[in-house]
């Protein structure tokens, strides 16, 4: 348990102390000067008013707002832009709608988050539960798409998806259609797809594997994961024929074959989700004594035989130190898909069920290129079904996981 809760406290520390990084970047001042910096990457939830910069990587931390900045940015990552625009905030949760149809406009100055550039451009606003999006084109200046949810008289809920009516007035054209229209929904993922959509080109060229396979490599990661643990099996022995009960520990070095597949949540690859199923054997016995009052003591020998099929799976965080080197922890689960547990008691087994069970799983690693070496713990988990009256089992293991990544 104290080495589970110290690895568990160095995972979050770690993130903590990772979880901003200054990006290569920019912004521009309002007399239009464009001066590249390192900017403060906080993987903005909600659109700023601020940004801290530093003019290199090793300078003094310095600040810039929307009264000084046109514009700032993150190469490949992330644009800003300050307009003053009219916007609607009226609220999106169902027990405080109102009861207009019509949206509520006050005149504000904000940084938009440029989403779609081209032809037609689209930006985002986000503000805690609030996200309006905005659109502008060469002969319509910038305005806010309009999506408003309200309440009729007789108490129901109605939409004003008036934002369809203005694409198919203002950004349509021969790759768009009403269809595309008719159940776009009022969220980022749509309207991203229709914008790219209308500034697409005409003439496509064809998509190269080579290219393919590179857009596969910044979503997912496909690795060979074999492990190697020092594992401990525990054994409850009950009290029997007056005799006291015990509890019987042995460790010994164990192997697990398996894959790992890593989905990333992000273009950074900062954030994701794995999945390693693995095959795991154990087998281990010990002697132990069972004393009784005015008898002597007896001694046993206990052996237990464990075999499982597991997945485990979680969320992973990681950041680079560089360009070829990544530092990640693990929090999950890992959970005995189908397990095969013997017990045997001075050779006569026992008649124990298998039971499939999920322990905690905490990971602290390194990857370098394709190589990944990953320190990990998995909590005590019971293999065995068991009562107050008869054996028990659990099982827990730390040790080290490789990788190899296919892609």
């Given amino acids: 348990m104290k080495l589970h809760f110290t690895i568990f406290l160095f995972a979050i520390s770690t993130i903590v102390s990772a979880q901003f990084k200054f990006e290569k970047g920019y912004f521009i001042s309002n007399a239009g000067t464009r001066t590249n910096c390192y900017i403060k990457d906080v993987n903005w939830n909600s659109n700023p008013k601020t940004f801290e910069y530093k003019a290199q990587e090793e300078s003094e931390l310095k600040e810039q707002g929307i009264s000084a900045v046109s514009e700032f940015g993150i190469d490949n990552i992330v644009t800003f832009k300050r307009f003053k625009v009219m ?11 109102g009861k207009s149809n019509k949206p509520d406009f006050h005149e504000e100055e904000l940084f938009l988050k440029l989403l779609v550039p081209g032809k037609v451009n689209l930006y985002m606003y986000r503000d805690g539960g609030i996200t309006r999006f905005f659109y502008e084109t060469e ?6 798409l309009i999506y408003l949810r309200y309440i009729v008289a007789s108490g129901d809920m109605a939409t004003n998806n008036y934002f369809r009516q203005q694409l198919l007035q203002n950004v349509s054209n021969s790759y768009t259609s009403q269809k595309d229209l008719k159940n776009m ?11 790219l959509k209308y500034n697409d080109k005409k003439e496509q060229k064809p998509v190269k594997k080579e290219a393919v396979k590179a857009n596969i490599k910044e979503i997912i990661a496909l690795r060979i994961a074999p492990g190697f643990f020092q594992s401990t099996a525990s054994i409850g022995i009950p009290a029997e024929n007056f005799y006291s009960g015990s509890q019987v520990s042995f460790g010994k070095a164990t192997l697990s074959i398996g894959a790992e597949i890593e989905f990333y949540l992000n273009k950074k690859k900062s954030f994701g989700l794995f999945l390693n199923p693995a095959y795991h054997t154990f087998k281990g016995d010990e002697t132990y004594t069972q004393s009784r009052t005015f008898f002597p003591e007896q001694m046993h020998q206990i052996g237990l035989s464990y075999k499982s099929f597991e997945i485990a799976s979680g969320i992973r965080y990681g950041f680079f130190t560089n360009k070829n080197s990544k530092v990640f922890t693990n929090l999950g689960i890992s959970y005995d898909l189908s397990a095969d547990v013997t017990i045997h008691r001075d050779g006569k087994f026992l008649p124990l069920k298998s ?18 070496l990953e320190f990990r713990y998995i909590s005590k988990k019971s293999i065995v079904e068991s009562s107050n009256t008869s054996f028990s089992a659990k099982y827990q293991r730390a040790g080290i996981v490789l990788g190899y990544n296919f892609l």
């Fill in 139 to 144: 002969k319509v200046p910038l305005e806010q």
């Fill in 355 to 372: 039971q499939t069970s999920a322990g905690i799983l905490i990971g602290v690693g390194y990857s370098y290129k394709k190589y990944s």
């Fill in 185 to 195: 929904k009022y969220r980022e993922s749509d309207l991203t797809k229709y914008f």
């Fill in 87 to 97: 916007i609607d905030r009226s609220t999106d949760e169902i027990r405080k709608l």
